[in-house]
Structure formats: structure tokens, C-alpha cells
């Protein structure tokens, strides 16, 4: 079975479509190479249940960060970093399309 994964690094304050259209798939998780300063907000991930669900990643993160319920997301996903100056560049969110 050929698996491939994808990756972005999170640039910018806003990043919006980081996913677009109606793609689907699971979250594998964020990898950040130094502790935040700001928040990151992840938008569009959902709970285990199904619900919508805002990821927010406190200052001070690093290292591995598994994302919350299921991964699982339907539709777009977009990101916020809310100290774009101090944190750009230093988080890589990486996911599997469905």
C-alpha cells in the first residue's frame, strides 16, 4: 500500500486554504522546531464526534503535537499564528489525503 503524506510550513499570520475545496483527510499532527511565542490556531479540524473543532496550540509549545480527536477534517482547514513575527516559520503541519 503506497501511503503519502503532505507538509507545509506555516508562514505568515494567516494562512487561509491551507486545505481547499473539499478535500479530506487526517491530520498526522504539528512539529514545531522551537516553543511558540504567540498561539497557533488550527481551523476546521474535528472532534472525534465529528463536531468542528478549533485546534489552539499554547505559547510555549514545541517539540511533537498530536492533534486532537480523530485528525479527521472535511473541507478546508486554515491556520492562525497570533505572533506572526516571532513564529513564522517555526511550525510544519503535515496530513494524509483521503
Same mark, same amino acid.
Given at each position: 500500500m503506497d501511503v503519502s503524506s503532505n507538509s507545509m510550513v506555516l508562514n505568515g499570520g494567516v494562512g487561509d486554504g491551507l486545505i481547499t475545496g473539499s478535500t479530506t483527510g487526517t491530520v498526522l499532527g504539528l512539529f514545531?522546531?522551537?516553543?511558540?511565542?504567540g498561539t497557533l490556531t488550527i481551523v476546521g479540524v474535528t472532534?472525534? =464526534? &465529528?463536531?468542528?473543532?478549533?485546534? %489552539? =496550540?499554547a505559547p510555549g509549545t514545541s517539540g511533537y503535537v498530536a492533534p486532537p480527536g480523530s485528525g479527521k477534517?472535511? &473541507? @478546508?482547514? $486554515?491556520? %492562525?499564528? $497570533? =505572533? @506572526? &513575527?516571532?513564529?513564522? &516559520?517555526k511550525a510544519v503541519i503535515c496530513w494524509i489525503p483521503t
Open positions: 514545531l522546531k522551537s516553543a511558540l511565542t472532534q472525534s =464526534n &465529528g463536531a468542528a473543532q478549533s485546534w %489552539v =496550540n477534517f472535511w &473541507g @478546508p482547514f $486554515s491556520y %492562525v499564528l $497570533s =505572533n @506572526p &513575527g516571532a513564529d513564522a &516559520g
